[in-house]
């Protein structure tokens, strides 16, 4: 099915961001693992997997459209070398993609594409309600604790 070439752009342009998520979720969860933080690595690694999840779904509503996936785009990851900069970097990307989400589905309402417009629903509703939550929750934590203390609760 031949789809519009706006339409087509934006969903690559949400792929980069997606694609960029995977690998900081990635490096970050690594970075916990190595820092003795296996359950803050084991979230992290799970939230990498889900975002390429999300990916995948744009590659193949792309491939659907009749479009090109571009997987060669990738944003400027933002690595945190602290516990609270990596959640917050961590945080940054998830309100980036929010943003992004909401003015594609309103782009998908206004051009009539109603499938791609849902599968972006769900997509918005894992990033705000499970992923940026998660991540506020974590920072909220640290304020709550002490960062020592939070940090010794993360541990396996």
């Given amino acids: 099915m ?3 070439q706006n339409i087509i752009d934006l969903l690559n342009t949400l792929l980069a961001g997606e694609l960029t998520a995977v690998d900081q979720y990635l490096l970050h969860g690594e970075m916990y693992a ?28 792309i491939l659907f459209l009749e479009g090109k996936p571009d997987l060669s785009k990738r944003e400027a990851l933002q690595i945190g070398s602290t516990v609270p900069e990596m959640l917050k970097s961590d945080l940054a990307v998830e309100y980036k993609v929010t943003r992004e989400l909401k003015k594609a589905i309103a782009l998908c309402e206004q051009e009539a594409d109603y499938v791609s417009r849902e599968m972006l629903v769900v997509q918005l509703d894992d990033t705000e309600m499970d992923h940026a939550y998660f991540l506020e929750k974590q920072l909220r934590l640290i304020e709550l604790t002490g960062l020592a203390n939070y940090l010794q609760s993360q541990m396996a």
């Fill in 2 to 4: 031949q789809g519009k």
């Fill in 34 to 61: 190595d820092m003795g933080l296996h359950k803050l690595a084991e979230k992290a690694l799970h939230e990498s997997a889900h975002e390429r999840e999300h990916a995948q779904a744009i590659i193949q509503r």
